[in-house]
């Protein structure tokens, strides 16, 4: 059985830093890509990042990009989202995602990834 448990999330104030991980089991983590989304209130569920196994290709929303480090350690089957200059608006629970590596394949559809954490909240003051 696959699982991924998030953790790291928090309240911050404006322009604080997070540091977000997921620890994969159940799976082959080194061979599968790794992802994070995100749900504010009351809004459907947006991409963040990704990263894939093969040379571990970034890929950023716009909303974060340059905000935000995605990064991933195979050898402790966890993957890590660094956010920094953090705004109100980046107030969500954040979701760890995984799925097959599939070359080509959007990464921003909920429908591409097949695996799903809990999430971890995080709370962003003004």
């Known amino acids: 059985q696959v699982q991924l448990v998030e953790s790291g999330g928090g309240l911050v104030q404006a322009g604080g830093s997070l540091k977000l991980s997921c620890v994969v089991s159940g799976r082959t983590f080194g061979s599968s890509t790794m992802g994070w989304f995100r749900r504010a209130p009351g809004k459907e569920r947006e991409f963040v990042a990704a990263i894939t196994p093969i040379g571990g290709s970034e890929n950023y929303a716009g909303s974060v990009k340059g905000r935000a480090t995605i990064s991933r350690d195979n050898a402790k089957n966890t993957l890590y989202l660094q956010m920094n200059s953090l705004k109100p608006e980046d107030t969500a629970a954040y979701y760890c995602?995984?799925?097959?590596?599939?070359?080509?394949?959007?990464?921003?559809?909920?429908?591409?990834?097949?695996?799903w954490g809990q999430g971890t909240q995080v709370t962003v003051s003004s």
């Open positions: 995602v995984a799925r097959y590596y599939y070359p080509g394949r959007p990464f921003s559809r909920t429908s591409e990834w097949q695996y």
